[in-house]
Nanobody, 136 residues
Framework: DVQLQASGGGLVQAGGSLRLSCAAS????????IAWFRQAPGKEREGVSC????????FYSDYVKGRFTISSDNAKNTVYLQMNNLKPEDTAVYYC?????????????????????????????WGRGTQVTVSS
């Protein structure tokens, strides 16, 4: 049974920081890419960041690049999203998701684009989400 458990959300003032965690179980972690997506009220779900555990490729959307850092602890089957300099527009429910992405599927480093890496329709498993609220 595959489970993705997202945690670490909360209420923070603009300029503050939060660290989200996504603990995965029931998957061969090293063969999966784990991504963070977010969805604000009335808006579509959008990709935030992704890490491939097969080759450590990392991707960021333009609106978080330089502020957010994704990392993976393969020993704990956990992916983290460190979010710094948070802005009110970062307010959303944050979801983690997993896609089967060994090198044989995604190809060697540099083979896919950021948009391809964070195509939400390609993700196989989803967690329940954690609320992040940034006050101005």
């Amino acid at each position: 049974d595959v489970q993705l458990q997202a945690s670490g959300g909360g209420l923070v003032q603009a300029g503050g920081s939060l660290r989200l965690s996504c603990a995965a179980s029931g998957i061969s972690f090293d063969n999966y890419a784990i991504a963070w997506f977010r969805q604000a009220p009335g808006k579509e779900r959008e990709g935030v960041s992704c890490i491939s555990n097969s080759d450590s490729s990392i991707f960021y959307s333009d609106y978080v690049k330089g502020r957010f850092t994704i990392s993976s602890d393969n020993a704990k089957n956990t992916v983290y999203l460190q979010m710094n300099n948070l802005k009110p527009e970062d307010t959303a429910v944050y979801y983690c998701a997993a896609e089967y992405a060994p090198v044989s599927v995604w190809g060697p480093v540099g083979s896919i684009t950021t948009a391809q890496a964070m195509d939400l329709y390609e993700y196989d498993y989803w967690g329940r989400g954690t609320q992040v609220t940034v006050s101005s």
